[in-house]
């Protein structure tokens, strides 16, 4: 079983700070995915990671593969109360997709 | 993307009764579709990839006797929950891989619960 913990589980700072979330695992993944979901809602795609060290920028959040395929950070800078959400990496292998433990994020005004 | 569309949004059902959720992909034929569930505060676990035309293939330790898919269409799986019990309740989730090789779309989610 290809197993992914993200850490923090949780995380609460205020507007305005940076932070990384972690998504880490034994296993190797032939593509990385994050996900944001809102409560009552399905998980919806931020980005997809392919190649070892990879990094992606979208606005404010910017993702990184780890070289090994088997590691990914997810770094906001200047976090706002719109980043609330849960956030999810997803490891795709053996034809599906797995994912993480999660990390609740609560941006504070 | 694909547009997944899923119904009901939320049930409420008796115990012992059986509910169905539609998962339907709305512009894309999608040969597989998945179905996961999602405990409150807690990440998504995959239960079972439904095959268009074949049997799904089921998660260890989900009983395929209890969540019963059926994936009739290339634009329709379905999810019954046989003899619903309260720890059946929660939130159960489709997605489609649509046409880009990495993409899965998920529907909005069912929220059962059973009393």
């Known amino acids: 079983t290809q197993l992914l913990e993200q850490s923090p589980q949780f995380l609460s700072i205020q507007e305005g700070e940076n932070l990384t979330v972690y998504c880490n695992s034994s296993s190797v993944f032939s593509s990385l995915q994050w996900y944001r979901q809102e409560p009552g809602e399905g998980p919806v795609l931020l980005v997809t990671v392919v190649t070892g060290g990879e990094v992606k920028k979208l606005k404010r959040l910017t993702f990184q593969f780890g070289d090994a395929r088997k590691d990914s950070s997810l770094h906001i800078t200047a976090a706002q109360p719109g980043d609330t959400g849960l956030y999810l990496c997803a490891g795709f292998g053996n034809e599906k997709l797995t994912f993480g433990t999660g990390t609740r994020l609560t941006i504070i005004p | 993307g694909a547009v997944v569309s899923q119904h009901p949004s939320w049930v409420i059902c008796k115990s012992g009764t059986s509910v169905k959720i539609e998962c339907r992909s709305l512009?894309?034929?999608?040969?597989?579709m998945f179905w996961y569930r999602q405990f409150p505060k807690q990440s998504l676990m995959l239960m079972a990839t439904s095959n268009e035309g074949s049997k799904a293939t089921y998660e260890q330790g989900v009983e395929k006797d209890k969540f019963l898919i059926n994936h009739a269409s290339l634009t329709l799986s379905t999810l019954t929950v046989t003899s619903a019990h309260p720890e059946d309740s929660s939130f159960y989730i489709c997605?489609?891989?649509?046409?880009?090789?990495?993409?899965?779309?998920f529907g909005s989610g069912t929220r059962l619960t059973v009393v």
């Open positions: 512009d894309f034929q999608a040969t597989t």
């Open positions: 997605s489609v891989r649509d046409r880009s090789f990495y993409g899965y779309t």
